[in-house]
């Protein structure tokens, strides 16, 4: 298949915009410069003609923007597909991270807010490939840093905000200290 290496630069760049999307849209792949958007394109373009479920596999390191090339792709879609949804489809999709987040990321020594879990993002679309519907899976990767990390990393999130919380009422019943009393530090 198609691969595409890309690299996280650590800033917003033009080249994501709604002008770049109707740039690439319609497009054959290699008529372009390598792009997310030309990878979305010949998805989309695979499943309406061969009407065939297609697959992009974002991958790589903590810190190498895989939720944000993610973000781009479901954009893509949405714009191309002209959905009918006022809402982007990327903000319905990705408006349960902060949850996610706080159960599956932690503080490791490359990031303060490094996904320790994967994600599956199935995107649904109508017969005239309009998206319907998305949903997304997590499977969380690393079990055992619920009782253990290595030195300079940190537990899950979860753990910190709820000792952050543990003087409030409805808290009080789980008998919570300070993180550092926990021994989550």
Request: charged content about 25%; hydrophobic content about 35%; glycine content about 4%.
């Given at each position: 298949g198609i691969i595409l290496v890309a690299i996280n630069p650590y800033k917003q760049?033009?080249?994501?915009?709604?002008?770049?999307?109707?740039a690439y849209s319609g497009q054959n792949m290699g008529?372009?410069?390598?792009?997310?958007?030309a990878v979305a394109e010949e998805a989309y373009k695979q499943m309406a003609r061969n009407n065939r479920n297609q697959s992009i596999i974002v991958s790589g390191e903590s810190g190498a923007g895989k939720t944000v090339s993610?973000?781009?792709?479901?954009?893509?879609?949405?714009?191309?597909s002209r959905s009918s949804s006022n809402a982007h489809v990327e903000d319905k999709v990705l408006a349960s991270n902060p949850i996610t987040e706080a159960v599956g990321n932690a503080k490791t020594t490359?990031?303060?807010?490094?996904?320790?879990?994967?994600?599956?993002?199935?995107?649904?679309?109508d017969q005239s490939y309009q998206i319907i519907g998305a949903n997304m899976r997590t499977y969380l990767l690393e079990k055992s840093r619920v009782v253990f990390q290595v030195e300079n990393e940190r537990n899950y999130h979860i753990f910190y905000q709820l000792c952050a919380s543990a003087k409030q009422p409805e808290y009080e019943h789980l008998k919570l200290g300070r993180s550092q009393e926990n021994n989550l530090l």
């Open positions: 760049l033009p080249i994501y915009g709604d002008a770049i999307i109707h008529d372009m410069d390598p792009h997310i958007f993610a973000r781009y792709t479901m954009r893509y879609f949405a714009t191309v490359r990031n303060d807010n490094s996904s320790r879990f994967g994600k599956y993002t199935e995107i649904s679309f």
